[in-house]
């Protein structure tokens, strides 16, 4: 792959360089006797997908740095990277399973540090995981997001609507006039998060999955979004309502150990931005890949392929997530079928994007196809413990989306190519930031 500047092989530097405290356990993922390349996710030409392509001619989980010089193994095999999420050898809890981070040892800031820094379902292990899950898997069961249809069904046609007015326009932009308003409008109605919040809260959120921001400017984003969401428990405790965060509220009250505010807080923030990123971009991308594949559009617009087909397609193809940070080898362990080492503490970076392309795995593994023989499975939910308690709202929310608008706009088309569209600078976050179209 291509390496960072100042970041070329290093004689010796994986042997020199601990990761978390402790030198991993086994042989080293880098080739002997050399350095680690930077993550540097999507870049102009190359994206995450393609990046992870690159990575998994270094092993099934080379290590590599990430910002701040953190060292992590980067899980680029999807069998590896479904037994590492399944079992119970990684956890994400940094304060219980990373060595230093708790007492300070380890000077851990930006991106890194705002994704670890919570306490809430995600950055959770055991018991505590369970029971942080277990309110917003209560208020997101299935039978729950079927009865929530119609009224998602209301929230995309408002939004179309709203299209209509733009229709003589030369191009308009997918992402901010349809991809983002609709999982806005849910999180507004169904989640109870005050419309009002939302734009600033979502400005400072962006920070968060820029993964070439400087520390002092993840802080300011990070101080935002906690700014705002205190306000959101503040109002919520004096006055839970019939929705998601109320359920929550009373959940974290009524709790064997209820929650702080902090708690609560950090459940808040992992919902709402898991109910609006991975959404904008799960729309976005699979309309992408449908307007440019008309042949595969045409399967699913005839009925021969159902759209949810298409979604787990799209989504094995380019999650809207590549990766998460972070995970920690909760002890010694090496995996018997990759012969891969992990030492106690090491960090553990599952690769999304990267798995979805394995060509052991998928024939042709960079096409779109609807009709993939060999299946479409994907990690872009999570997967064993921690996969996604609002995946189901999710899906419903993007195939009633994409679905609707095609319907309406038939001839709807890309206004450039898909190798022209910006993607985030973020090994995080995967999709893209503007989708100019034409409608008619």
Do not use: K
């Not at 037994?83 to 000077?107: K, Q």
């Not at 931005?273 to 971009?281: C, D, K, M, P, R």
């Not at 419903?396 to 001839?411: C, G, H, I, K």
């Amino acid at each position: 792959m291509t390496l960072a500047p100042g970041h070329e092989w290093i004689e010796g530097a994986h042997e020199a360089a601990p990761v978390g405290g402790v030198l991993p356990a086994g042989p080293p993922s880098a080739p002997p006797g050399r350095g680690c390349p930077h993550l540097r996710g999507a870049t102009a030409g190359e994206s995450n997908g393609q990046e992870g392509r690159r990575l998994r001619a270094l092993g099934a989980a080379p290590v590599v740095e990430l910002p701040g010089g953190v060292r992590a193994r980067v899980v680029v095999d999807p069998g590896l990277a479904e037994r590492l999420s399944a079992g119970p050898h990684v956890s994400r809890d940094a304060a219980r399973h990373w060595p230093g981070y708790r007492e300070g040892a380890l000077s851990v800031d930006g991106v890194i540090a705002a994704w670890i820094g919570t306490h809430n379902a995600l950055n959770s292990y055991g018991e505590d995981h369970r029971q942080l899950r277990a309110p917003i898997a209560a208020a997101l069961t299935r039978r729950r997001v079927e009865a929530m249809a119609p009224e998602i069904e209301s929230i995309v046609q408002d939004v179309l609507d709203g299209l209509d007015g733009l229709g003589a326009r030369e191009d308009i932009d997918l992402v901010q006039s349809y991809a983002l308003p609709i999982p806005h409008e849910v999180i507004t109605r169904l989640l109870g998060v005050p419309a009002r919040h939302l734009p600033a809260f979502s400005a400072a959120a962006a920070g968060l999955f820029d993964t070439t921001a400087a520390p002092e400017d993840v802080g300011r984003s990070m101080g935002t979004v906690l700014a705002i969401l205190d306000q959101l428990v503040a109002i919520a405790r004096e006055r839970p309502e019939d929705n998601l965060i109320g359920d929550l509220v009373r959940a974290a009250d009524t709790s064997e150990s209820p929650l702080s505010d902090a708690e609560l807080r950090d459940q808040l923030m992992l919902i709402i931005i898991a109910g609006t990123e991975t959404t904008v971009h799960a729309i976005g991308t699979l309309l992408v890949h449908l307007l440019s594949h008309p042949d595969q559009r045409a399967l699913v617009m005839s009925g021969q392929v159902s759209m949810h087909a298409a979604l787990a397609e799209s989504l094995r193809l380019r999650p809207p997530i590549a990766a998460v940070p972070l995970r920690f080898a909760v002890r010694p362990f090496e995996d018997a079928r990759s012969g891969e080492h992990f030492g106690e503490g090491e960090p553990v970076l599952i690769h999304l994007a990267a798995a979805g392309l394995d060509p052991e795995r998928y024939a042709e593994p960079e096409r779109f196809d609807v009709q993939r023989a060999e299946g479409s499975r994907s990690l872009a939910f999570g997967y064993g413990p921690h996969v996604c308690p609002g995946a189901a709202l999710a899906t419903s929310e993007v195939v009633t989306a994409v679905t609707r608008l095609l319907e309406r706009y038939p001839d709807v088309r890309l206004a450039v190519t898909p190798e022209q569209l910006q993607e985030p600078s973020s090994w995080i976050s995967n999709g893209y930031t503007s989708i100019p179209g034409h409608l008619t």
